[in-house]
Structures are given as C-alpha cells and as structure tokens.
C-alpha cells in the first residue's frame, strides 16, 4: 500500500511538472526596435523572443516566382506562450536602402519592396488574435548594410509604422504601432 501511494505521489508531481516555459525554436543573432517609446522585446514581463530567418522557395502564402529572404521575431510570456510574431518578407539579397510596403495575403509582385506584417496571438498561443500591416505612405523602410551570398549573414536597421487591419479580439497593442532604432543581424538558413 506504501508503495502505490509513493507511485501515485510520484506520477502527480510528475505528470504537473512542465519541462520549460520556454519555446522550442532556436534563435539566430538579434531583432531589436522601439515600439511607441518602449523597447519591443520587453513588452511581455519577462518575455522570451526567438529571431529566425530564412531564404524561401516559391509557396501558395507568397507566390513570388524567386526565392525570397525573411527574416521574423517571436515575443513568448513568461509561461511559454507566443503573444507576437513580427514578419519582414520578400528582402532582397544585397545591401541597400529599400521602402516597406503593405502586404497582402497570397500576393506577390516581384517589383514590390519589402513586406510586413504583425501578429497578435491569443489563449494559449495559437489563436490570432489582431492583426498589423504597414501604413501605406509611411516613411517605413528596411537598410540591409552588410549580406554575405555565402554564408547568408544579414545586417540592417529599420523603420516601421503599422496599423491595425483587423481586430482579433480584445485588443493587445494599440491600433498604431511606431518602430524606431529597429536593427538585426542574423544568419540566414534554408527551412
């Protein structure tokens, strides 16, 4: 009887430990910016941020005919769940100063700049909840200063406005957001 109350104390404590609340993804290099005032990685206490990027072939969500680089940025609450995710598409692959422009779902125009989007995320971590693109005529850009061919490293800086274009819900972030100071360096990998 001492022995199935010990495996039973033991499958409890077992079966409530939760491993980590942090997410699973690796991160490469840093993503960093101002949003309205605040530093954007600190607007969850004790947040998580993960920064991947990627050089991506032709798909249905972004049909350009060429390959494209993206760089995006994950925001976590302290408990694991992702609450933003932050999209930068379609960058090219030189250095140079190029204007951010709003996306639009499943299209691409090979003659476009660069995409954004963002993304508010709800429950635990798979609802979206509202959703943010750049505001059209803004001074919003994206300056790569370095990118090696070879080994896809990616430096740059970038300005961004962005409002929201749909509400998801009770609202997480205010309808306009003003990212300033924004750079990142990161590696660039094949998915």
Same mark, same amino acid.
């Given at each position: 009887m001492i022995r199935l109350i010990g495996f039973l104390l033991i499958f409890i404590i077992a079966g409530c430990y939760k491993t980590s609340p942090l997410p699973e993804r690796h991160s490469i290099g840093y993503f960093e910016a101002i949003l309205?005032?605040?530093v954007w990685s600190r607007t969850y206490l004790n947040a998580y941020q993960t920064v991947e990027s990627a050089l991506?072939?032709?798909?249905?969500?972004?049909p350009c005919t060429d390959d494209h680089l993206e760089i995006f940025s994950e925001l976590y609450s302290p408990e694991g769940y992702l609450r933003q995710k932050f999209h930068l598409m379609k960058i090219p692959q030189k250095a140079g100063k190029y204007d951010i422009i709003p996306s639009t779902p499943y299209h691409c125009d090979e003659q476009d700049?660069?995409?954004?989007?963002?993304? *508010?995320? *709800?429950?635990?971590?798979?609802?979206?909840?509202?959703?943010? *693109?750049?505001?059209?005529?803004?001074?919003?850009?994206?300056?790569?200063?370095?990118?090696?061919?070879?080994?896809g490293e990616t430096k740059g800086t970038f300005k961004l406005t962005m409002v929201v274009e749909k509400r998801g819900g009770e609202p997480a972030l205010p309808d306009t957001l003003y990212f300033t100071d924004g750079k990142f360096h990161t590696k660039f990998s094949t998915p």
């Open positions: 309205n005032g605040k991506v072939p032709f798909s249905a969500s972004l700049p660069v995409y954004a989007e963002l993304y *508010t995320i *709800t429950q635990d971590g798979d609802v979206v909840g509202d959703v943010y *693109t750049t505001l059209k005529g803004s001074d919003s850009y994206l300056e790569i200063e370095k990118y090696n061919q070879v080994t």
